[in-house]
């Protein structure tokens, strides 16, 4: 039975927050949303804004066919590789209420999906893999509908908001971002930003606007731009939840610390938080990894809170393997304390390789960079990203752009591999005879021993579509060679977590519902999809969630 009178609650003002705070509040419900940090956004915002949903209605309206069951198809041969942690319920239940989530979040006015162009399933020799049509995203927004709330949005550092997909996909990921950051700087124009966006509801001309957002940025501000309307909804920034109350067994409420002091709030709580990427403890519990080996992109207030708030009222937790878990090969900033990642690892003329000089893995795709480093009794640690001149002059890395000098101390160089060995504590002569077998076969566009340049989305995503015979494949030869110690980077999506079922409710070691208690978030363990994982995943179960949970916090019937 629904007591309306109580507000929700929603810890998180995340894509899967907001949704779930706008789906109550349209139907009746008072909503608090309390987020830790001073912006709204999380994870979600720094993101490719990508959300996967198979036989979604936006792919259908431009004639792409599919269907549920080979939406299902193409789950389950992805999580073949440990079925005990795939949730088949949960499974069924996000495959089949996730069209009818998408089309009700644009019917709502909360986004105008699109289908990114050109872009296959990760796994596209997996069983029902479709070339395009299951990743969504949203139209282009200005900033300016957002009015003072504006300066609390999240801009992606990693994503060249302010371009679209369409000209990603034409010039490749890494020259979209170079040409960006020109284009902030004042030496080029924007380009790619099409003259559609929503605002209000109704259509606007982009071009009449000086802040198109887009990707995951623009993804949340077009959810938020529609929260904005609701006068339900009360947005509380710099809000940490720190305890869960409750009464009887069930979840009744939270404690918060405000700028004002410790506040207490009773209603039903939806955790809508991201994962543990900024807490060592956590890391090291559920993927294992030492701070030497793992860092993140996500927002720093990722710190696994939803995981301790759950778990303090007795909530299972549910483990996904490490070998599975989304993160990618990255590195320390530049600049900072921080860290970064980009395409440049999967680019031309680059390879991976562990202490022994070997590579061990399809060194473009971090699915199998991944599961490989990782593997239970054969990891790979440390690994090392390794690469010549020619890349540095077409592609640069992080902040260094094409032609660029490292800043001093953060890559080693050398003018042949066994020396650049050496400084990275790698054998040089084992790295020199690896540098040779990759030459021979990159030449051709090939590798027949790890598959580099066999996985299309990579290809599309990652790569240089300029460069031939492979967008991902280039000789090492020209010194002097460069190399770092590559460290994994969560973003956001740590796999393991918070034990729920198919509807988003928190479940009890044993498996029993939780009153009061719901997760939406990246804190709730994907179990929905199990050791199978493909952009988009996340955020497209996040939405279906937050659908699911507005509707029975609301009273009505979940289909």
């Given at each position: 039975m629904v007591d309306a009178s109580e507000p929700v609650i929603v810890v998180g003002a995340g894509l899967s927050g907001l949704a779930t705070a706008l789906g109550a509040a349209v139907g009746g419900r008072d909503v608090i949303v309390f987020e830790a940090a001073d912006q709204v956004g999380g994870a979600a915002a720094y993101s490719g804004g990508q959300v996967w949903i198979g036989a979604n209605p936006v792919a259908a309206r431009e004639g792409i066919e599919d269907s549920p069951e080979l939406t299902e198809t193409y789950v389950r041969a992805i999580a073949r590789d440990a079925p005990e942690v795939l949730d088949e319920k949960a499974m069924l239940r996000w495959i089949r209420t996730g069209p009818d989530?998408?089309?009700?979040?644009?019917?709502?006015?909360?986004?105008?999906?699109?289908?990114?162009?050109?872009?296959?399933?990760?796994?596209?020799?997996?069983?029902?893999?479709?070339?395009?049509?299951?990743?969504?995203?949203?139209?282009?927004?200005?900033?300016?509908?957002?009015?003072?709330?504006?300066?609390?949005?999240?801009?992606?550092?990693?994503?060249?908001?302010?371009?679209?997909?369409?000209?990603?996909?034409?010039?490749g990921r890494r020259a979209t971002y170079v040409d960006?950051?020109?284009?902030?700087?004042?030496?080029?124009?924007?380009?790619?930003?099409?003259?559609?966006?929503?605002?209000?509801?109704?259509?606007?001309?982009?071009?009449?606007?000086?802040?198109?957002?887009?990707?995951?940025?623009?993804?949340?501000?077009?959810?938020?731009?529609?929260?904005?309307?609701?006068?339900?909804?009360?947005?509380?920034?710099?809000?940490?939840?720190?305890?869960?109350?409750?009464d009887g067994g069930r979840v009744a409420g939270v404690r918060a610390d405000g700028p004002d002091g410790p506040v207490e709030v009773r209603g039903p709580v939806v955790l809508a938080t991201s994962t543990y990427d900024w807490d060592t403890d956590l890391v090291r519990e559920m993927v294992d990894l030492e701070p030497e080996d793992f860092g993140s992109v996500a927002p720093e207030s990722l710190r696994g809170d939803g995981i301790k708030l759950a778990r303090g009222v007795g909530a299972g937790i549910a483990k996904i393997p490490a070998t599975s878990v989304p993160m990618l090969p990255g590195w320390r900033s530049q600049v900072g304390t921080g860290y970064g990642y980009g395409p440049e690892y999967a680019m031309p003329h680059t390879m991976i390789v562990d202490a022994a000089g070997n590579r061990f893995c399809n060194d473009s795709y971090w699915v199998d960079i991944v599961a490989k480093t990782l593997a239970p009794g054969d990891r790979h640690l440390p690994f090392f990203l390794v690469w010549d001149d020619q890349h540095r002059k077409k592609y640069g890395l992080a902040a260094?752009?094409?032609?660029?000098?490292?800043?001093?101390?953060?890559?080693?160089?050398a003018p042949t591999f066994a020396a650049l060995g050496e400084q990275l504590g790698i054998d040089g002569a084992q790295l020199t005879r690896t540098a040779e077998r990759f030459n021979h076969y990159a030449a051709r566009g090939e590798d027949p021993d790890f598959g580099r340049g066999t996985v299309t989305y990579v290809n599309k995503f990652a790569g240089?579509?300029?460069?031939?015979?492979?967008?991902?494949?280039?000789?090492?030869?020209?010194?002097?060679?460069?190399?770092?110690?590559?460290?994994?980077?969560?973003?956001g999506i740590g796999s393991s977590g918070v034990h729920i079922d198919g509807d988003g409710r928190v479940l009890d070691p044993d498996g029993d519902v939780i009153d009061g208690l719901y997760a939406?978030?990246?804190?709730?363990?994907?179990?929905?999809?199990?050791?199978?994982?493909?952009?988009?995943?996340?955020?497209?179960?996040?939405?279906?969630?937050?659908?699911?949970?507005?509707?029975?916090?609301?009273?009505e019937p979940v289909p």
């Amino acid at each position: 039975m629904v007591d309306a009178s109580e507000p929700v609650i929603v810890v998180g003002a995340g894509l899967s927050g907001l949704a779930t705070a706008l789906g109550a509040a349209v139907g009746g419900r008072d909503v608090i949303v309390f987020e830790a940090a001073d912006q709204v956004g999380g994870a979600a915002a720094y993101s490719g804004g990508q959300v996967w949903i198979g036989a979604n209605p936006v792919a259908a309206r431009e004639g792409i066919e599919d269907s549920p069951e080979l939406t299902e198809t193409y789950v389950r041969a992805i999580a073949r590789d440990a079925p005990e942690v795939l949730d088949e319920k949960a499974m069924l239940r996000w495959i089949r209420t996730g069209p009818d989530a998408i089309g009700y979040w644009e019917e709502l006015g909360a986004i105008r999906w699109r289908v990114i162009p050109g872009l296959a399933d990760y796994h596209n020799e997996a069983d029902g893999a479709l070339p395009v049509g299951r990743y969504l995203t949203g139209e282009v927004i200005d900033g300016s509908v957002l009015g003072s709330w504006r300066d609390t949005l999240r801009v992606s550092p990693y994503f060249p908001v302010g371009t679209t997909y369409d000209e990603l996909m034409e010039k490749g990921r890494r020259a979209t971002y170079v040409d960006s950051e020109e284009s902030r700087s004042g030496k080029a124009d924007h380009a790619g930003v099409p003259a559609f966006g929503i605002a209000d509801g109704r259509e606007f001309d982009a071009t009449e606007g000086t802040d198109p957002l887009t990707f995951g940025t623009g993804v949340v501000a077009s959810f938020l731009r529609r929260v904005l309307q609701e006068d339900r909804i009360d947005i509380r920034l710099s809000h940490p939840v720190t305890e869960l109350l409750s009464d009887g067994g069930r979840v009744a409420g939270v404690r918060a610390d405000g700028p004002d002091g410790p506040v207490e709030v009773r209603g039903p709580v939806v955790l809508a938080t991201s994962t543990y990427d900024w807490d060592t403890d956590l890391v090291r519990e559920m993927v294992d990894l030492e701070p030497e080996d793992f860092g993140s992109v996500a927002p720093e207030s990722l710190r696994g809170d939803g995981i301790k708030l759950a778990r303090g009222v007795g909530a299972g937790i549910a483990k996904i393997p490490a070998t599975s878990v989304p993160m990618l090969p990255g590195w320390r900033s530049q600049v900072g304390t921080g860290y970064g990642y980009g395409p440049e690892y999967a680019m031309p003329h680059t390879m991976i390789v562990d202490a022994a000089g070997n590579r061990f893995c399809n060194d473009s795709y971090w699915v199998d960079i991944v599961a490989k480093t990782l593997a239970p009794g054969d990891r790979h640690l440390p690994f090392f990203l390794v690469w010549d001149d020619q890349h540095r002059k077409k592609y640069g890395l992080a902040a260094t752009p094409p032609g660029g000098e490292y800043p001093e101390g953060w890559v080693s160089s050398a003018p042949t591999f066994a020396a650049l060995g050496e400084q990275l504590g790698i054998d040089g002569a084992q790295l020199t005879r690896t540098a040779e077998r990759f030459n021979h076969y990159a030449a051709r566009g090939e590798d027949p021993d790890f598959g580099r340049g066999t996985v299309t989305y990579v290809n599309k995503f990652a790569g240089d579509p300029d460069n031939t015979p492979s967008p991902v494949l280039g000789q090492l030869t020209e010194a002097p060679f460069h190399g770092l110690r590559l460290k994994f980077v969560g973003t956001g999506i740590g796999s393991s977590g918070v034990h729920i079922d198919g509807d988003g409710r928190v479940l009890d070691p044993d498996g029993d519902v939780i009153d009061g208690l719901y997760a939406v978030g990246s804190c709730a363990a994907l179990t929905t999809t199990g050791t199978g994982y493909n952009s988009g995943f996340a955020l497209g179960r996040g939405v279906t969630l937050a659908y699911l949970v507005a509707r029975e916090l609301r009273g009505e019937p979940v289909p």
